[in-house]
């Protein structure tokens, strides 16, 4: 008892930067006390900061103190010495209540290290060298400290449990085996633990991998949100856009408008809303359940193991859809399709009057006129033919002018855009666009944002050794290289062949091939109620000098059945460009 007296006493009278008992002690300001030399190194160390600390209470001191010798603890330490009092080891480790303490320990108990599943008994690290050391002991199995290693042994024979019976499903010893289990299926508890271990893993993959995939569907549950409010967000500016071009008498209905997309925007987020929240409801119970498995996992004791694992409560069935698809930007695309042709048919019922009173252009004027700006080869004039119903000079055609932007989802990766996504440039290079359904992926095509109904008129200022001026329905195919997806070549679209030596028009597969002066501005007029595609040369559009002069070039007449989009095709030739002209209103 004197001894263990010592060791306490050794602890208070130890310094505890050198852990030895105190040389020379001093006392500083927060009343820890050191050794001189100790803490005047430490602080030595801390002069850079300007600030001086205690090593175990962290106060600091500025300026830095002054350090006397504490006489009476020094005199304390003195006297102690003479009676035997020694350093504390410095792995001086008693038990605490929650430790698992040594079994062979008399008096206080240290912390045990290890338990032996032989032995079955729990030891110190000084009375387990034994273990390390006889050859015998060796071969025993040690695990972390345990407190319940008498579960090992067999109540009724008071013998190890080293076997599993599959029949029962419980630990039992070898004389088990000979009455009580005896005839039933048993096996050692490593081979039944190194089963159920392998159950185990299977089960944990099960999770983290229910665990990775709703997370997954969280983010992309967030990604639907976000690409909701844009949508919306987009929906809602395009509209008040096109309602602020309109008279006051149609300000109701733009109200209106803006509320059915609020209310649809808030139905669809409160749905996605509501999958996300269970699906965020349930992660941290997996997260649960995954370190509960992981900590049975860990157990080394196969007895343990086993007795504890039969308690695992099953798999609860996921409630998350199977699969997410994000449509970013579409979900309100016909809302603002709606709204544009309202403004459409508003403007063909303002211009109806105008347009009555339009004069035809003859042939020999627009001839004349050609001859006189460019001086043409009489053998490539070109036949101007208008109908009563189309405008018959290019300023009645810009009346019909319109914004019209190409919509990047569409185009293929070699096209790049700019301007405003209204000039498209063939690099020939991956543009690293995201994949998207609606884009072309192997013909170099790329189709307008806007839906065309009503009248429209566009012009294409474009370079290079060829491209395809084209209008099409949206439901043109957009994948491989087929006749379907080639604008012209299906009855989904109508395309004007453009290079430097002429004209071909192309639809549903046939061509037309149209001689004549080539230009590299190409107009576009469409009156989709009335069936009218036309396409025209201009000249003089954008010199200061010439008057402008449009000769007809094709003019198809037929029946369109559901709303057009502008199209463009660019030859393979890097640095072929498109640009649809902005007009100044």
């Not at 159920?196 to 089960?203: A, H, S």
């Not at 036949?383 to 009346?399: A, G, H, I, M």
């Not at 198809?556 to 640095?575: D, M």
Request: aromatic share 6%; hydrophobic share 30%; proline share 4%.
């Amino acid at each position: 008892m004197a001894e263990q007296g010592y060791q306490i006493d050794s602890v208070k009278f130890s310094c505890s930067i050198c852990l030895d008992l105190l040389k020379t002690p001093v006392t500083i300001p927060c009343g820890h006390n050191y050794c001189m030399n100790c803490i005047g190194n430490f602080w030595d160390d801390e002069d850079k900061k300007q600030s001086h600390s205690c090593p175990q209470c962290r106060q600091t001191f500025t300026p830095r103190p002054v350090l006397m010798k504490n006489t009476m603890l020094a005199e304390l330490v003195e006297d102690l010495k003479k009676t035997g009092l020694q350093a504390a080891p410095a792995d001086l480790c008693y038990a605490e209540p929650e430790d698992v303490a040594c079994d062979v320990c008399t008096g206080r108990k240290m912390k045990a290290v290890k338990s032996c599943l032989v032995c079955l008994v729990s030891y110190c690290e000084n009375h387990l060298q034994p273990h390390h050391d006889v050859p015998g002991l060796q071969k025993h199995k040690l695990v972390n400290p345990s407190k319940d290693l008498q579960q090992n042994i067999c109540s009724r024979h008071d013998e190890v449990m080293k076997i599993f019976c599959r029949t029962d499903k419980q630990c039992i010893c070898y004389l088990c085996t000979m009455d009580e289990h005896k005839g039933h299926e048993t096996v050692p508890a490593a081979a039944e633990r190194a089963e159920k271990q392998k159950e185990l893993q299977v089960r944990r993959q099960q999770i983290q991998q229910r665990i990775q995939d709703q997370e997954k569907d969280v983010k992309l549950l967030q990604q639907e949100v976000e690409a909701i409010n844009v949508s919306a967000d987009k929906a809602v500016e395009d509209s008040e856009k096109i309602f602020s071009e309109m008279i006051r008498l149609i300000q109701k209905r733009s109200s209106d408008v803006k509320q059915q997309i609020r209310s649809q925007q808030e139905t669809k987020v409160s749905r996605v809303k509501e999958l996300q929240e269970k699906l965020e409801q349930e992660i941290p119970e997996l997260k649960r359940k995954d370190a509960e498995l992981e900590q049975l996992s860990d157990i080394e004791d196969h007895n343990q193991f086993l007795l504890n694992y039969p308690s695992l409560s099953a798999l609860s069935e996921s409630t998350h859809s199977p699969s997410i698809n994000i449509r970013p930007l579409r979900y309100f695309e016909d809302v603002t399709a709606a709204v544009s042709e309202l403004r459409e048919k508003l403007e063909d019922i303002l211009n109806q009057e105008q347009t009555k009173t339009t004069l035809p252009v003859t042939k020999v004027d627009a001839a004349t006129k050609m001859d006189a700006a460019m001086k043409v080869d009489p053998v490539l004039k070109v036949d101007v033919l208008q109908s009563e119903q189309e405008p018959t000079t290019r300023e009645d055609f810009l009346k019909y002018s319109r914004k019209l932007t190409l919509n990047p989802s569409t185009a293929h990766k070699y096209l790049e855009l700019s301007e405003g996504n209204r000039k498209v440039t063939m690099t020939n290079k991956d543009q690293c666009y995201s994949d998207d359904e609606d884009r072309f992926t192997r013909r170099w095509q790329v189709l307008s944002r806007s839906r065309l109904t009503g009248r429209y008129y566009w012009e294409v200022e474009w370079s290079g050794t060829s491209v395809e001026i084209a209008v099409a329905y949206r439901d043109i195919e957009r994948e491989g290289n087929t006749d379907d997806s080639s604008f012209g070549s299906n009855e989904n679209s109508w395309a004007l062949s453009c290079s430097t030596t002429g004209y071909i028009f192309y639809s549903d597969g046939d061509h037309i091939s149209i001689p004549g002066p080539v230009s590299s501005r190409v107009g576009v007029y469409l009156d989709h109620s009335a069936g009218i595609l036309s396409f025209y040369s201009v000249f003089g559009a954008d010199c200061c000098f010439c008057k402008e002069v449009m000769i007809l070039l094709h003019r198809e007449i037929t029946t369109f059945s559901e709303p057009l989009h502008a199209g463009i095709w660019l030859s393979r030739a890097t640095g072929t460009t498109a640009e649809i002209i902005k007009f100044k209103k």
